[in-house]
């Protein structure tokens, strides 16, 4: 087998691939108690860097107040690459740096008179909602969220007046689902597993400034692309469309330790001056045809073959036939569209 490189182009996206570290395949957190349908996004989540020290080993337990302020700050500070003081503001409960910097910002407001934080008092879902819409707000003002209709949930009634909003909006770009299809819960608790998954997607969408957001993107973008290589791909399962893709061509296919890796360039109509989206699978040789195991989609900025990231999001796809599993026939795919 023949693999061209441009070796500018590989250096600069090899650098990119290392510094989000979003490759590796998700696996359970040591000695963690976790349910295996949170296990993927919280293994990412805890590659990014994006989990407390103070969330204990059962993940199944519902999170506390505290603990959510925790991690929405931490993520807001790796977002924004900025350290939030805290210190003009005191609780009469707690010393906790992270409830301090939590309220100097407006991710939360004091119980109460507003002297109190109540720290150990479990959180619910229209409390989360309200938090995880004033993050995006404080590290990106200027991002026009999607916004859902409540009515399709039977119980939309139960969200309190001063959630709606932030609910609508969570709904709406994806970061909060039902919690069935008719069924929001807003009363409900939240895990910790559910806490960090939404912690994960509240990552994505801060960091992404105008761009829309990866969240939405990733999925409907990836199958798109999909349907789009002209003949590359021999099993699509299902098609779609999404009017935001302006072009698609590709951009390079490598090897590195054992994994062979196309990379493509994805144009999107969106605000921010020329965002690209480098897709990069993550594939397997198996018997004449290319397998995608995970599929990785980065935003970045291009400015002179400078790769800028803006954030990344993985999928993976199953190889025992009950999930979706994309193959190329990769050797007469390479020759028709990378040796000719």
């Known amino acids: 087998m023949v693999i061209i490189m441009k070796k500018c182009i590989i250096a600069s996206i090899l650098a990119l691939m290392l510094s989000l570290t979003t490759f590796a395949q998700a696996t359970a957190l040591p000695e963690t108690k976790i349910n295996d349908w949170a296990v993927p996004d919280v293994g990412r989540a805890a590659r990014l860097g994006l989990l407390t020290d103070t969330l204990g080993t059962d993940y199944t337990r519902d999170i506390t107040r505290l603990q959510f302020s925790e991690l929405v700050v931490n993520c807001v500070e790796k977002a924004t690459g900025d350290t939030i003081d805290g210190s003009s503001v005191k609780f009469t409960d707690t010393t906790s740096i992270a409830a301090q910097k939590s309220a100097v910002v407006g991710i939360v407001k004091g119980t109460g008179d507003g002297t109190s934080f109540s720290p150990n008092r479990l959180i619910t879902r ?37 959630a709606k909003d932030a609910m609508s909006s969570m709904v709406g770009c994806g970061i909060i689902n039902g919690t069935s299809d008719n069924t929001l819960a807003p009363k409900a608790n939240v895990s910790i597993e559910q806490a960090a998954i939404l912690i994960y997607r509240l990552y994505g969408q801060s960091i992404l400034k105008d761009i829309t957001p990866l969240a939405e993107a990733f999925v409907s973008d990836q199958k798109a692309i999909i349907t789009k290589l002209q003949g590359a791909y021999t099993s699509t399962p299902s098609t779609f469309s999404d009017s935001r893709i302006d072009s698609i061509q590709m951009a390079e296919v490598f090897q590195e330790n054992g994994t062979t890796y196309i990379l ?48 990344g999001y993985t999928t993976e796809f199953s190889a025992d036939g009950n999930k979706e599993m994309y193959k190329i026939d990769f050797e007469n795919w390479l020759a028709e569209n990378i040796l000719n």
């Open 126 to 162: 229209e409390e989360v909602a309200t938090m995880l819409y004033r993050a995006i707000q404080y590290t990106n003002p200027n991002n026009n969220l999607d916004t859902a209709s409540l009515t399709k949930f039977s119980d939309n009634a139960q969200v309190s007046n001063w």
């Open 264 to 311: 493509y360039s994805l144009k999107y109509s969106v605000k921010a001056d020329n965002p690209e989206a480098v897709i990069v699978f993550e594939d397997t040789l198996k018997d004449g045809w290319l397998v995608i195991n995970a599929v990785t989609t980065y935003v970045v900025q291009m400015d002179g073959g400078k790769f800028t990231s803006l954030g």
